[in-house]
């Protein structure tokens, strides 16, 4: 049979050749996207079902209190929660700080979870940038020579808080000249009408290990680790509390403190304390607290300015920085 080839039959071809080729494409893409979209409920579902993003957000909260003074989450808030393709977990969340009786959005945590740890990274986004860091404080003596040590005087704190209306608060933190308990801390402020929110704590640092550090002369700087509320976790983190920074919780604030402390080192890798939550040295820092019991040199407090005016008159207090101040929110 003889066919007479046409720029019509040729049209044609070419016409359900295209039809039949896009088809197929559609369908790869179709069924990639199913698949795609199948892999991903899988992932989400798994990650919620083993609460990791409950597990991550509440280590994060606790190294938050160690690390970072006078850094709070909105307990019970609301956080962001994904996981992404490649398996990174992101988590968000925002952070505030007391000032006075009312708490003041300074920023988000933001944190990523990533299949390698070293690439992991825990950040918090300020709202206003930060330059320097906020909280110094200095330790009463030298670990290695027992040494007694100053601390870098700011005379302009104080002209500060003397010029401003007493009609505000202000976050204020210091050192002592000596170590004391975090009882004996908190009975050393007790007459003034301040709330204290955080302890910094010595925890063996350029005695039992090496510690970054600044100072100059006979003054001596560590990065700050903590003192404050205890957190509790329970049901696999799916309900957590925390206690605050006051007398009749001390002593369970501390077996919370060395219970989270010694679980992070039985269950998790140096790499998630180290990369993903920021937490150095805690092996040493656990087995110091154990060994030598709790040991503050300072405290962030918070209250109205002839409060802490108050501070200045007190012979063991130096090394005083001035936070945060708002309009007066206080409770007589």
């Given amino acids: 049979m003889n066919m007479e080839w046409t720029k019509d039959k040729e049209k044609k071809i070419l016409f359900k050749y295209r039809f039949t080729l896009t088809m197929r494409v559609i369908r790869v893409i179709a069924a990639t996207l199913f698949f795609f979209w199948l892999y991903m409920l899988v992932v989400s579902i798994s990650y919620h079902a083993l609460d ?57 945590k933001q944190l990523a979870k990533r299949m390698i740890p070293i690439y992991s990274t825990n950040n918090t986004e300020y709202i206003k940038p930060k330059t320097e860091r906020e909280y110094n404080f200095y330790l009463p003596e030298h670990p290695k020579t027992g040494n007694k040590l100053n601390a870098n005087e700011d005379p302009s704190v104080w002209t500060k808080l003397e010029k401003v209306h007493e009609g505000t608060v202000a976050e204020l933190s210091f050192s002592t000249k000596e170590y004391k308990t975090p009882e004996e801390m908190l009975e050393f402020l007790k007459p003034y009408d301040l709330d204290v929110l955080w302890m910094p704590l010595y925890t063996g640092e350029l005695k039992d290990y090496e510690e970054s550090w600044h100072g100059s002369g006979d003054s001596l700087s560590v990065e700050p680790f903590g003192f404050t509320g205890g957190r509790e976790a329970r049901d696999n983190y799916r309900s957590t509390s925390k206690y605050g920074l006051e007398e009749k919780f001390t002593d ?57 005016l108050k501070l200045k008159e007190n012979e063991q207090i130096q090394g005083a920085n001035l936070g945060e101040m708002a309009y007066w929110n206080w409770v007589e």
Wanted: charged share 30%; aromatic share 12%; proline share 4%.
């Fill in 252 to 308: 369970e604030n501390k077996k919370l403190m060395l219970k989270q402390m010694k679980k992070l080192l039985d269950n998790e890798s140096t790499s998630y304390r180290e990369n993903f939550l920021g937490l150095t040295h805690l092996e040493e820092r656990y087995d110091y607290l154990m060994k030598e019991g709790f040991q503050v040199y300072g405290a962030v407090v918070t209250g109205p300015v002839k409060e802490l």
């Fill in 52 to 108: 990791l993003d409950k597990k991550h957000l509440f280590y994060s909260r606790l190294a938050m209190d160690w690390t970072q003074p006078n850094m709070q989450d909105d307990f019970g808030g609301i956080e962001s929660v994904e996981i992404t393709p490649f398996l990174t977990q992101k988590i968000s969340y925002p952070v505030f700080k007391m000032i006075g009786k009312e708490p003041e959005l300074v920023g988000t």
